[in-house]
């Protein structure tokens, strides 16, 4: 699993030309799902990503996690996180998970941080999205489970 976690001061998805969810201070999380995934990936990668401290405290030194700062969280799918494009320059997926194991791992990852008091807006699974966001500092922090969840749990 592979979350590309933003921190933002705000951001927005909109589809068919109609906004979805948009979140003030927060993190928007593109979320990435692999076919060796599973539910285990899901709580450890949303206990993660929901104490993340990379919001700055007074003295500027990234110390708290947005609830800290009552940060929002938005989740948007992004399967093409698990674009491989070792060979030639159309990306291949055949890493990323099909729909019906992504979504139902998808929404396990949001639960997770629902369970964790922060209930996240989402935007709408497999559909094309525009998604909209202001970086803050810029802040951009790439995690995926197979390079740093611990084994074994």
Known sequence: MRALVQRV??????????????????????LGIAVSDSARDAKWLAEKVAGLRIFSDEGGKMSRAAADVGGEFLVVSQFTLYG?????RR???????PGPQAKTLYQLFCDG???????????????????????DGPVTIYIDTDEVMPHGL
Do not use: C, Y
Request: aromatic share 4%.
């Open 91 to 97: 990306p291949d997926f055949t890493r990323a998970a």
């Open 9 to 30: 001061s705000q951001a927005s998805v909109r589809s068919q030309g109609e906004t979805i969810a948009s979140v003030g201070v927060g993190l928007l999380v593109l």
């Open 84 to 88: 491989s494009i070792a060979r030639g």
């Open 113 to 135: 941080l629902a369970a964790l008091g922060h209930p996240p807006k989402t935007g709408i699974f497999g559909a094309h999205m525009e998604v909209r966001l202001v970086n």
